[in-house]
């Protein structure tokens, strides 16, 4: 039977809890498994995102509109406000993915693209208030996250609250960019 000194067990224990909660995080980062796209559709206000290329030049009134379509896919209208008071508009389209009901793709790149598997990006919404008031979305990767609420603004604990569950995720939130007032 093997010896272990008395430092080696107790630093391998401390060694296995560590371990756990990141496999465990690594779990729970995955598509809400009760969505209704119809609810889903209309309008959300962006209440805080992660950084990323597309949105460089947006400073406020950051919205993203869903329309279904007859064919099932769902039209995508992001806009903002960006330093100068002009409005970006980005539009594009988004289809579910078969068997998991939170997750969409999304394509902003133009139709005769599509066939490209690179155009389309993962869209997950991976928390989701019941009543369809706020959502949290990310992806597979973590390294996008927007917090939408339908309302321009949002309460503060409930912020935190979203914040720690994207935390416990995975997701890195540092660099998070808080664009919507909190109350």
């Known amino acids: 039977m093997p010896r272990f000194s008395t430092f080696a067990?107790?630093?391998?224990?401390l060694l296995l809890a560590l371990a756990a909660p990141a496999h465990a995080q690594e779990q729970v980062n995955v598509p809400v498994e009760q969505f209704d796209l119809q609810r889903y559709a209309g309008q959300w206000h962006e209440i805080a995102h992660l950084p990323m290329f597309w949105q460089r030049d947006c400073v406020s009134d950051i919205t993203a509109t869903y329309t279904p379509n007859a064919d099932g896919t769902v039209g995508v209208r992001?806009?903002?406000r960006k330093k100068d008071g002009s409005t970006d508009v980005s539009e594009g389209i988004a289809r579910p993915v078969a068997d998991k009901p939170g997750a969409l793709e999304v394509?902003?790149?133009?139709?005769?693209?599509?066939?490209?598997?690179?155009?389309?990006?993962?869209?997950?919404?991976?928390?989701?208030?019941?009543?369809?008031?706020?959502?949290?979305?990310?992806?597979?990767?973590?390294?996008?996250?927007?917090i939408l609420a339908r309302e321009p603004e949002m309460n503060r604990a409930l912020f935190q609250r979203l914040k720690a569950s994207a935390a416990m995720k995975g997701y890195n939130l540092r660099e998070?960019?808080?664009m919507a007032p909190l109350r």
């Open 107 to 146: 394509r902003f790149a133009p139709d005769w693209l599509s066939w490209l598997p690179m155009t389309w990006a993962d869209y997950w919404v991976i928390d989701l208030d019941p009543e369809y008031q706020w959502a949290i979305v990310g992806g597979p990767e973590r390294e996008n996250l927007w």
């Open 78 to 80: 992001n806009a903002c």
């Open 9 to 13: 067990l107790p630093t391998m224990a």
């Open 176 to 178: 998070l960019k808080v």
